[in-house]
């Protein structure tokens, strides 16, 4: 066994128990994270600022000591990286000039500027430097059909329409839209694992909107794309991957893809996933934020279910997306201490 139980996960048949991370733990449910935040004059400052990128890192680490870490960042790094605008209004969420035709993509560079996204390697580097030992670190990247969806549409949607839309109508520019941030989604975990990530994710959030052939066609393919890039270059680094509510089977996209872990949304049945997927392959999830809101007996059930459902598996205790600002910090003290026994 290694000195990181985050790693072991992936390393043992019958790890002793489940590590413990929670997406987005650096966030605004901390009053420290809180406190910073108006440092920066708005959201994407404050992603690349890396004093401030590394100090939101750490704080859910000193006051919890979850195995893992994730950067501070945001996934729409990339199309910010490839020349499109990106903004965040405060209450409203990210902004973005949006991509609605053909000849508008064209605009967008044909490379990530990685030297754009130097602060956000210079935080891993920062945050690595600063983690304990035991404390693993995780980079990330949003999956290009969730990007596509933002690009496209220029703010989130509930139902990703105006993506599905543009790709129905004009598949030939948005396969290249797919491609490019292939691509760029490459080139940005390859570089925040040469800055540090030990581990990295693949934030899928919009999968579970588009119907089979489609998902394979736009997420599917691409991050099976990105997974063999990335082990080509980092073949012990694991791979992550959050097809979040998606149609057609999970172990049907691990075989696919050939993830090492795959995050299950709140949906997600959790022993009939564990059931259908192979021993070797890592589960991730799927507590519903809520309930860890509410706390209490509630929260105690859902963790012990979750407990039951993955004894004697490889599993990473996580929500099934991401904690909510309203959660009382007590709660989460309750489940980090129920969860390690």
């Not at 994270?33 to 400052?45: E, T």
């Amino acid at each position: 066994m290694s000195a990181k139980p985050f790693l072991d996960v992936f390393r043992s048949a019958q790890p002793a128990r489940p590590p413990i991370w929670m997406m987005r733990q650096a966030g605004r449910y901390l009053a420290e994270y809180r406190a910073i935040r108006s440092q920066a004059k708005n959201f994407l400052d404050f992603c690349y600022t890396p004093d401030l990128a590394i100090e939101a890192t750490l704080q859910p680490i000193r006051r919890f000591a979850f195995d893992a870490a994730i950067i501070f960042s945001d996934i729409l790094v990339i199309p910010d990286a490839l020349g499109q605008g990106v903004r965040f209004a405060e209450g409203e969420g990210p902004r973005l000039d949006a991509l609605e035709t053909r000849e508008a993509l064209q605009g967008l560079s044909k490379k990530l500027d990685r030297a754009k996204l130097e602060p956000v390697y210079e935080a891993l580097r920062g945050t690595r430097a600063a983690l304990p030992k035991e404390t693993t670190l995780i980079g990330f990247c949003g999956a290009p059909w969730t990007l596509a969806t933002y690009m496209i549409a220029g703010r989130g949607t509930p139902d990703q329409a105006p993506a599905r839309t543009f790709a129905y109508r004009d598949p030939e520019a948005f396969a290249g839209l797919i491609d490019l941030l292939t691509d760029a989604c490459i080139d940005h975990l390859i570089a925040q694992i040469e800055a540090g990530a030990e581990v990295v994710q693949i934030f899928d959030s919009w999968a579970g909107t588009l119907p089979l052939r489609e998902f394979q066609a736009w997420g599917e393919k691409p991050v099976t794309t990105i997974i063999a890039a990335v082990k080509a270059r980092f073949p012990n680094v694991p791979v992550i991957a959050f097809p979040r509510a998606i149609s057609g089977g999970y172990n049907r996209f691990v075989t696919a893809t050939k993830c090492d872990a795959i995050s299950l949304d709140t949906s997600a049945v959790l022993t009939e996933a564990r059931a259908a997927l192979p021993d070797s392959v890592v589960t991730q999830g799927n507590l519903d934020p809520l309930v860890l809101i509410s706390g209490g007996k509630a929260l105690d059930q859902a963790i012990d279910d979750i407990l039951l459902a993955v004894s004697g598996k490889r599993h990473i205790f996580n929500l099934g997306h991401g904690i909510l600002p309203q959660t009382p910090i007590e709660h989460v003290e309750r489940l980090v201490a129920r969860v390690r026994g």
